[in-house]
């Protein structure tokens, strides 16, 4: 306790000098070293969200069936019956970067932990990644240590893994995203708060021990990475999804019982930030006796233990008399149990350590009066469009050839083949779809889950970047026929000390905002991680949209697979061709030019309602959202996705260039399987909600047809399968 | 199946078991009355028709696979009953845990490629005179899911000769035609093993899970027959 607080011990805690003036005002007095590192977490990024607050606030979070918005552990629905949904998503990248395999599996036992901790069973998993250009010498090992960790963990628990996304970009060479999603269900009348309540009541301990790990991993998670991030290793946390199942069932079992108060799991920051949050949302002060917390290892200090990032810990508050009846649940499933503290009416948080006190600190002032920056942001400047004709035309079957095999849209069968996306036995549409689908088990409702968002389009335009990101979700919901409910975002970014880094936060807040509002759609939790810069270079903005929707009858559920020969392709929204921004333009000419497409939010909503109209009235086979790489990439997702290799012959009007036609990523637009026989209802039904209604083609044959082209299904099938397993395998040249 | 129910069937369920809930749900489709759920700690089997010791990752499988918990109080009364002739099921971590038991013959290494490995499967049904599968038709091609990282089959020469000439062989790995070898193999085992029985046929291990593939809406029903089977055979 005797270590003197020195500038550097300042600078090294990630204080800038007014913050630690500030810290000396709420004292009164200088802080020991534990207080320092308690302020240090509590004040990063990470925990106090101090750069974008500001701007979270204007999202819209509100709805009817909005139970719980953002600021507790998870966002909650309605889905009806008493029964809620409960979901957020969280990220995990700067420890996946330092190591892939414990990073990447502790952020899905974290995000776990955020959702059972509010009394909701885990039901289903999703994850968006982003990682380097595959050619990067670092990728392919990234790759498949964040695959195997995600399975490791997810496997083990026995929550299925349903879906995801993966990309690749060189802007992510120094700094991989792994955004890792829960979705749970809980009894509307059985949720679990963090606020503490009742002075004396028991501050209970359970799960793993403390140990040393992850020792300031929030602050870590706070800072560029420069070129010795890597001796940051240690300050990543070690997984044990093993401990973490019994923890769940543990909870779930006291849960049934009256006997918590509150409960806040210990994630980033620990002991300090659960405790702090607790307390804090209660209004009452908490006195713990860290002698008493289990630890791994002998001689830890007051510091070590309140700084730990430890895995699979909760901390509870229990009813009085209820600590017997609680204790046995825990050693039923052996794990640790201790009281380690009682609420106190103080306000303050006082930590004894072999009974001296070693800190005591004002709860208020740490938890809800951190710091908050309104940081001086540019907007970027638009882009000009990109005219179809100033664009080089390539022949339509081998873009597309080349297309389906590129790395973003090549199929990612490799990595959710090592996900178990079917324990649980109510996976009703594994990975590969436009959304997951998961019954509510034991119902006839089902849950449609989505991850969403286009980094290029976000940063050629955040504005539009972030209203694209929040319609896609909406469509791949209602292309599955879910009805929309709510949405939990992961925004990732760069150094927001930089104003046009702030800019790109500030305006894709912005348009997710309005899209939220107009299409309903309100954020109910998320998570921010920024500081995804090495050396200077930043991410491509990527604010990650988690999606999720209901479907009140499971069996009217649609897929994309093209399921006969001889329906009409029906094409709902309007096609200018719009190639800016496209993966046509980066994959085949190599640009990455031009403004992106804009989303028409009105449109979007009324598309919406018809599609999910027509998949509710089962007067549609297949349904799929026209999204990257175009209309004619969707065809062949459609084809590629049959199970019997079923094709399409196509024809293109002949008022917009071919290739602009086949490639280009106009916004809003579904392509429906249709049969020959309810097609002139499905297009009367179109126009009666003012949608844009076009048969572009017919399915049929074994290949796809357009303009004379034609490619066999089996072909593309081939190139879409083996980019990736072939890029693990380093089987490519060049990479 | 509508059977009444006369079929007694329990669960056993281990810390870190998470395939218990799915098989127990299967179970009842066929059974018409839900199984009992036993606890690993357990010192008494409930007088049962049936066991199924079901998928996960009992104890963590931090040690080998299946190791800890055939070690584990409720095992010996599964070993004692099933010498009595009561029916066991194991299934994916509850195949690894039945062999480590000394209840099915062989062991089950780490997979070919060394990954985790989730998906559907093709099997060729080898034997259909036992109570597990008297649904199905020797030569039947049924399709179950995987979802393994332990699941490559071994067993030495005179153990395997044993084992084909018993008849003892309960599942192969094989293409949608029915052929067995090849890249239909999808984890390097032995003469293509998916599950095996004991040698008086009323243990079956197999690392395929026909829980989950016991109902349309989940894509198709052809475990089903397998619970059905059992329901018939023990009424």
Known sequence: MSTTITPEIIAQHGFKPDEYQRILAILGRAPNITELGIFSVMWSEHCSYKSSKKWLKTLPTTAPWVLCGPGENAGIIDIGDGQAVVFKMESHNHPSFIEPYQGAATGVGGILRDVFTMGARPIANMNALRFGDPSHPKTRHLVAGVVAGIGGYGNCVGVPTVGGSCEFHPSYNGNILVNAMTVGLADKNRIFYSAAAGIGNPVVYVGSKTGRDGIHGATMASAEFDEKSEEKRPTVQVGDPFTEKLLIEACLELMATDAIVAIQ??????????????????GLGVAIDLDLVPMREEGMSAYEIMLSESQERMLMVLQPGKEDLARAVFDKWELDFAIIGRLTDSGRMVLTRFGEVVADLPIDPLAQASPEYDRPWVAPAKRPVVEAADVEPFEPIAALLTLVACPDLASKRWIWEQYDHMVMG????????DAAVVRVHGTKKAIAITTDVTPRYCQADPYEGGRQAVAEAYRNLSAVGALPLAVTDNLNFGNPEKPEIMGQVVEALRGMGQACRELDFPVVSGNVSLYNETQGAAILPTPTIGGVGLLADVTTMVTLAFKAAGSAIVLLGETKGWLGCSLYLRELCGREDGAPPPVMLHRERRKGELVRQLIGDGLVRACHDVSDGGLLVAVAEMAMASADGIGAVLEPPAAVPLIAWCFGEDQGRYLLEVGEDIL???????????????????????????????????????????????????????? | MTKGCSVKAAVIVFPGSNCDRDVAVALEASMGAKPLMVWHRDTELPKVDLAVVPGGFSYGDYLRCGAMAAHSPIMREVKDAAARGMRVLGICNGFQILTEAGLLPGVLMRNRQLKFVCRDVHLRVDNDRTDFCRYYRTGDVVRFPIAHAEGNFFADSHTLREIEDNGQVAFRYCGADGKVGGDANPNGSLADIAGIYNSRHTVLGLMPHPERLADDQLGGADGKLMFDSLVEALS
Do not use: C
């Open chain 1, 680 to 735: 002139a209802s499905v297009l009367e039904a179109a126009q009666e909600h003012s949608v844009t209604a076009r048969v572009i083609g017919k399915t049929g044959g074994q290949a796809i047809q357009v303009q004379g082209h034609e490619v066999p299904v089996a072909d593309l099938k081939v190139a879409n399968e083996s980019w990736l397993p072939k890029y693990m395998g380093g089987e490519l040249a060049g990479h």
């Open chain 1, 265 to 282: 799991d210990m994630g980033a920051a620990g002991l300090t930030s659960s405790s702090f949050e607790m307390a804090s949302k209660g």
């Open chain 1, 426 to 433: 109510d996976t009703v549409q594994r990975p590969g779809g």
